[in-house]
């Protein structure tokens, strides 16, 4: 980001008062090379030694993948160095302020009145001030820092507020889904930067209290007030970038995600919930897979009497599917295969003239096999789809992507459908046995899987998975959150059960082996009905 230390930006800060505490050009250094190459009047080239300067910090750790990226922009070494050393003054003179930059301005400018209200309250004896009581003191992880992101934020949500045209009482839902999704974004985003500044604080006994927490809680105070949030993002503007772009993105995606909610009510009543009303919209669950596009991503809508998928993507590899399932159950006698009930919206962007969409899902609850009949239907229809899968290229069935409803394997994720893959990596040659597997069934991932790591296995597939247990490989978390002694390590984090298994965990074990028969059945039916 920037070498600076937040003193020095704290002390160019107070110069520049105008731009909420921030110095006039503060946001230059976050522009990325493409922003600064296309701006007019870009500086002339520089020679500088290899590895010198911020070229050499910015090729660090991936030299090759940054030399790829100079070459992608046309860019020589002399030109990027140029562009990289150019000073704020000079950059953001010769640049429009972007979005990102006025939105965080406009929070700072917002925290001074919720900072000085605190410092107002600093004389008050409370439990704040041992460490207790407050925001961070009920948070776990990365959330401890949520106070010092609040102001971003509350922002988001007035400009979400603002353009919201569903019922009153349905924003109460629509603000904690929001708000506890971006908290959540925010704070994995800002975490690391922040437990540096920490460190750095604790080091040089800048921070009052007798106790670790109560130093944490110190500061917490410091930094989520107007003048040390300006300090934190003159001195790292690539993170205040992140943090603005991030709330803008959510902000826009929420108002979208309402608006087409809005648009669509009656369309949704009388598709998926066979037109008897769901009523009011009581909760909601966004972030439900990775985001995508402006910070989109697939969310759960809870009404009073029902739920329903939102997918912001066209639904086209539904429909494929759709039509490769009705296709197969008019070849397979009594298969009766089902997929989820969708909405499909069709829309053109206005910029471009380029044909978009998006649409919703019927939400398919998860229900035990009730008989053994009932498990030998479930089998049985996995074996078909499993051959249906495996003819038109489906990979990436895992066990979060096939819901077991009574005796129906309901794939409910069909975005790897006519997937080609890559070649596997090959260290020692060619392994005639890997390609052997790669283009056999095991490749659509709903057979069993095994993910294996220091923590040892887990199976991973919709077939194979059973119950909940611990990820194979180590990976980052947060120890000591809340106090100042924060940091980060790595260690095994759990891996939840999902809803894949038609039998209950005392009989998923050796339920495959019991219904194995039908399995194969279904599958010898399925690859019968495509091949003849």
């Given at each position: 980001?920037?070498?600076?230390?937040?003193a020095?930006?704290?002390a160019?800060?107070?110069?520049a008062p105008e731009?909420?505490?921030?110095?006039l050009?503060?946001?230059?250094?976050?522009?990325?090379?493409?922003?600064?190459?296309?701006?007019?009047?870009p500086?002339?080239?520089?020679?500088v030694?290899?590895g010198?300067?911020?070229?050499g910090?910015?090729?660090?750790?991936?030299?090759?993948?940054?030399?790829?990226?100079?070459?992608?922009?046309?860019?020589?070494?002399?030109?990027?160095?140029?562009?990289?050393?150019?000073l704020?003054?000079?950059?953001?003179s010769?640049?429009?302020?972007?979005a990102?930059a006025?939105?965080v301005?406009?929070?700072?400018?917002?925290?001074?009145m919720?900072?000085?209200a605190?410092?107002?309250?600093?004389?008050e004896?409370?439990?704040t001030?041992?460490?207790?009581?407050?925001e961070?003191a009920?948070?776990?992880g990365?959330?401890?820092?949520?106070p010092?992101?609040?102001?971003?934020?509350?922002l988001?949500w007035d400009?979400?507020?603002?353009?919201l045209?569903l019922?009153?009482?349905?924003?109460a839902?629509?603000?904690?889904a929001?708000?506890?999704?971006?908290?959540?974004q925010?704070?994995?985003?800002s975490a690391?930067?922040?437990?540096?500044?920490?460190?750095r604080?604790r080091?040089e006994?800048r921070l009052?209290?007798?106790?670790?927490?109560?130093?944490?809680?110190?500061?917490i105070?410091?930094?989520?007030t107007?003048q040390?949030?300006?300090?934190?993002f003159a001195?790292?503007?690539?993170l205040?970038?992140?943090?603005g772009q991030?709330?803008?993105?959510?902000?826009?995606?929420m108002?979208?995600?309402?608006g087409?909610?809005?648009a669509?009510?009656r369309?949704?009543?009388?598709?998926?919930?066979?037109?008897?009303?769901?009523?009011?919209l009581?909760?909601?669950?966004?972030?439900?897979g990775d985001?995508?596009q402006?910070n989109?991503?697939?969310a759960l809508?809870?009404?009073?009497?029902?739920?329903?998928?939102?997918?912001?993507?066209?639904?086209?590899?539904h429909?494929?599917?759709?039509e490769?399932?009705?296709?197969?159950?008019?070849?397979?006698?009594?298969?009766?295969?089902?997929?989820p009930?969708?909405?499909?919206?069709?829309?053109?962007?206005?910029?471009?003239?380029?044909?978009?969409?998006?649409?919703?899902?019927e939400f398919i609850e998860?229900?035990w096999?009730?008989?053994?009949?009932e498990?030998?239907r479930?089998?049985?229809r996995?074996?078909?789809?499993?051959?249906l899968?495996y003819?038109?290229?489906?990979?990436?069935v895992h066990y979060?992507n096939l819901?077991a409803s009574?005796?129906?394997?309901?794939l409910?994720?069909?975005?790897?459908?006519?997937h080609?893959?890559?070649?596997s990596?090959?260290?020692a040659?060619?392994?005639?046995a890997?390609?052997?597997?790669?283009a056999?069934?095991?490749?659509t991932?709903?057979l069993?899987?095994?993910?294996i790591?220091?923590?040892?296995a887990?199976?991973l597939?919709a077939?194979?998975?059973?119950?909940?247990?611990?990820?194979?490989?180590?990976?980052?978390?947060w120890?000591?959150?809340?106090?100042?002694?924060?940091?980060?390590?790595r260690?095994?984090?759990a891996?939840?059960?999902?809803?894949?298994q038609?039998?209950?965990h005392?009989r998923?074990?050796?339920g495959?082996?019991?219904h194995r028969?039908?399995?194969?059945?279904?599958?010898?039916?399925?690859?019968?009905?495509i091949?003849?």
């Amino acid at each position: 980001m920037t070498d600076r230390a937040p003193a020095e930006a704290a002390a160019e800060a107070q110069a520049a008062p105008e731009a909420a505490d921030l110095p006039l050009w503060w946001w230059a250094r976050g522009l990325n090379l493409r922003e600064r190459l296309d701006a007019p009047w870009p500086p002339a080239a520089r020679r500088v030694a290899t590895g010198v300067g911020r070229l050499g910090l910015w090729s660090v750790g991936d030299r090759a993948g940054f030399a790829a990226r100079l070459a992608a922009l046309s860019l020589s070494d002399d030109l990027a160095s140029a562009l990289g050393e150019e000073l704020p003054t000079r950059l953001g003179s010769r640049t429009a302020k972007p979005a990102w930059a006025q939105y965080v301005e406009d929070a700072l400018a917002a925290a001074l009145m919720v900072s000085t209200a605190a410092e107002s309250a600093a004389d008050e004896p409370s439990d704040t001030a041992n460490g207790e009581g407050d925001e961070a003191a009920d948070a776990d992880g990365a959330n401890v820092f949520l106070p010092v992101l609040r102001p971003l934020i509350s922002l988001a949500w007035d400009k979400v507020a603002a353009q919201l045209t569903l019922p009153a009482d349905e924003h109460a839902a629509v603000r904690h889904a929001f708000e506890s999704r971006l908290s959540e974004q925010l704070a994995r985003q800002s975490a690391r930067t922040l437990v540096t500044e920490l460190s750095r604080a604790r080091t040089e006994a800048r921070l009052p209290g007798a106790t670790s927490r109560a130093r944490f809680a110190a500061f917490i105070a410091q930094l989520s007030t107007r003048q040390g949030l300006a300090a934190l993002f003159a001195a790292y503007p690539v993170l205040a970038r992140m943090l603005g772009q991030t709330a803008l993105d959510a902000a826009d995606a929420m108002i979208e995600l309402a608006g087409r909610l809005d648009a669509d009510r009656r369309r949704l009543t009388a598709q998926l919930f066979d037109g008897k009303d769901p009523g009011a919209l009581l909760r909601m669950e966004i972030g439900r897979g990775d985001a995508h596009q402006g910070n989109r991503s697939v969310a759960l809508l809870h009404f009073a009497h029902g739920s329903v998928v939102y997918k912001p993507r066209p639904l086209d590899q539904h429909a494929l599917l759709d039509e490769a399932v009705g296709w197969l159950n008019a070849k397979v006698a009594g298969l009766d295969l089902r997929t989820p009930r969708s909405v499909r919206v069709n829309t053109v962007r206005i910029k471009t003239g380029h044909s978009d969409g998006y649409g919703w899902l019927e939400f398919i609850e998860h229900r035990w096999c009730e008989s053994v009949t009932e498990a030998d239907r479930f089998y049985r229809r996995q074996g078909a789809l499993l051959a249906l899968l495996y003819a038109i290229d489906g990979t990436d069935v895992h066990y979060e992507n096939l819901i077991a409803s009574g005796d129906q394997p309901v794939l409910v994720d069909a975005e790897t459908l006519l997937h080609g893959g890559l070649p596997s990596a090959a260290t020692a040659g060619a392994d005639p046995a890997a390609q052997a597997l790669d283009a056999s069934v095991h490749r659509t991932g709903l057979l069993p899987h095994l993910l294996i790591g220091d923590n040892g296995a887990l199976d991973l597939s919709a077939l194979g998975r059973t119950d909940g247990g611990v990820y194979p490989s180590d990976v980052l978390r947060w120890e000591g959150a809340g106090t100042d002694e924060m940091r980060v390590v790595r260690g095994p984090v759990a891996s939840p059960a999902a809803q894949n298994q038609p039998l209950p965990h005392s009989r998923a074990t050796a339920g495959h082996a019991d219904h194995r028969a039908a399995l194969l059945e279904g599958f010898r039916a399925g690859y019968d009905a495509i091949a003849g």
